[in-house]
């Protein structure tokens, strides 16, 4: 078992996304074989790229205010929403607070994953 506390992680920068940072919370250096599990950190104004990928992920929100956008339109995102990105779907997070970061977990299949298709986060696994 591992039990560690998450700022302990090293916050890297997302390629392409300034403002935005994550941590590999738990990832194959762990052991973790099925899932991996990201904690990221937009600061206030930042997103992600407007991307896609073959893989799924959970996403749960542990603070901040912002919103996902997708093909079909933007949802409003708090602490405590939860969102499937299915394989394939377009999408984007987006930090809208003016002055707090917007926290998210994310989980994601464990074989042939990046953090985004736009960088190589996957060596910080």
Do not use: Y
């Not at 997103?47 to 992920?57: C, L, M, R, V």
């Not at 707090?100 to 696994?125: D, Y």
């Amino acid at each position: 078992m591992l039990v560690k506390d998450a700022q302990t992680v090293e916050a890297q920068p997302v390629a392409e996304a300034e403002g935005v940072r994550v941590r590999w919370l738990i990832g194959e250096k762990e052991g973790a074989t099925n899932f991996h599990m990201r904690l990221f950190e937009l600061s206030p104004g930042a997103a992600t790229p407007w991307h896609q990928h073959p893989w799924e992920h959970e996403v749960f929100v542990l603070e901040g205010e912002g919103v996902v956008r997708s093909e079909q339109g933007e949802h409003p995102l708090k602490g405590g929403t939860v969102v499937f990105v299915p394989p394939n779907e377009w999408h984007q997070f987006r930090n809208t607070h003016p002055e707090k970061p917007l926290k998210f977990l994310c989980l994601i299949p464990a074989v042939g994953v990046c953090a985004l298709p736009q960088g190589n986060a996957c060596e910080n696994r």
